[in-house]
């Protein structure tokens, strides 16, 4: 099987992170979101892999510089203008003439990709969309089927006392190629508002598989935060990347991480390859990226510091996240999804609630 990955987007929800890193790049607990997304399509079986691009395509590209990843082929389809979802999805599955899986790039979930497929086949459908349940879908598409999932409509973001359903669309689709024909080539098109739609009016095999499948859009600080406890958690398994070893109950160590004497971690924690934990810093239900040091008497509570972030004596960081090699200052305080983007600096002494740094 082949699959398409929708990877161009700017990530603005999340800048200054994506400010230089993608938003599929950046690491959900120590490893790259993508390689994550990329090794659950190889394990249904997916074989070769176009990554639509559009913002900063050259980090994909030096980051899969073979253009593959484990057993599969990866291809690249650069967009020189956004084209929209659909767009981008002709564009990047020009040539292909099979049955072809795509997702978008910032999802994060456990679905049974073949029990998709299978369901798309035993309705011979032309489209299929996985659809997941979340408690408020005002900020979503929602997608009413019959009960044997036949699309009904698709109502965008409605009012939650007003939801036909509260089964959204998740952003995951089999195509057949005679949708991936009907999209135009080279304009900006919306497979949401547009091709489904269409789809649904001329009364075409468009179906949606109902999955209670652990499913997350990481593209806000809150989500990303989130994608980063749920891993921890065991949602997608355990341990939470593959060379981390259980230390103590909860507590996940790469390499050699060191923890001084004195120092308190509390699970669930990832600590990754050359991290330092000061004497008296305290890290708590966070995950630490490689080579980032904290310093004496510092606190980590419920955050993500990407590698190479420093934290000085006495800093604190409660529910934020840190880029690669930022800093923070001694007795400087960071909360409430603050987000410090890479090699920025916070000053000593200085305390943020939920503010954005950039270099």
């Not at 091709?195 to 499948?213: K, V």
Request: charge should be negative; hydrophobic fraction near 45%; include cysteine.
């Amino acid at each position: 099987m082949k699959a398409v990955v929708l990877v161009g987007g700017e990530g603005t929800r999340l800048r200054p992170l994506t400010t230089t890193t993608p938003k599929p790049l950046l690491p959900i607990a120590n490893q790259p979101f993508l390689e994550r997304q990329l090794t659950w399509l190889q394990s249904a079986g997916v074989t070769e892999v176009v990554l639509s691009l559009g913002y900063l395509p050259d980090a994909f590209i030096e980051h899969f510089p073979d253009g593959r990843f484990g057993s599969m082929t990866l291809r690249y389809a650069v967009e020189a203008e956004p084209l929209g979802t659909a767009g981008a999805i002709r564009y990047a599955a020009d040539g292909i003439d099979e049955r072809t899986i795509v997702c978008n790039g910032d999802v994060l979930t456990t679905l049974d990709l073949p029990a998709l497929v299978a369901f798309h086949e035993a309705r011979g459908a032309e489209a299929t969309i996985a659809l997941t349940q979340v408690k408020d879908p005002s900020a979503f598409g929602v997608v009413p089927t019959t009960s044997e999932g036949a699309v009904q409509a698709f109502v965008e973001k409605p009012p939650a006392d007003k939801a036909p359903t509260n089964w959204i669309n998740a952003g995951i689709y089999i195509l057949e190629p005679s949708v991936l024909a009907q999209i135009p080539l080279g304009i900006n098109t919306s497979i949401e508002r547009e091709t489904f739609p269409r789809m649904l009016e001329d009364q075409r095999g468009l179906y949606a598989m109902q999955s209670d499948a652990y499913w997350l859009d990481i593209g806000t600080p809150d989500k990303y935060l989130q994608a980063h406890h749920d891993v921890l958690a065991g949602a997608l398994g355990l341990p939470p990347v593959a060379d981390a070893i259980e230390q103590s109950p909860g507590i996940w160590l790469q390499g050699d991480a060191i923890v001084h004497p004195g120092a308190h971690v509390e699970a669930p924690v990832l600590l990754g390859h050359g991290v330092e934990v000061a004497a008296g810093a305290r890290v708590e239900a966070s995950v630490l990226g490689a080579r980032c040091s904290i310093g004496a008497d510092a606190r980590v509570r419920r955050s993500v510091l990407l590698a190479d972030a420093h934290m000085g004596p006495d800093s604190e960081c409660d529910d934020s996240i840190l880029g690669a090699a930022a800093v923070l200052g001694p007795d400087a305080l960071v909360a409430d999804q603050t987000i410090v983007g890479a090699a920025a600096a916070v000053a000593v002494g200085e305390q943020l609630s939920g503010a954005r740094v950039d270099a």
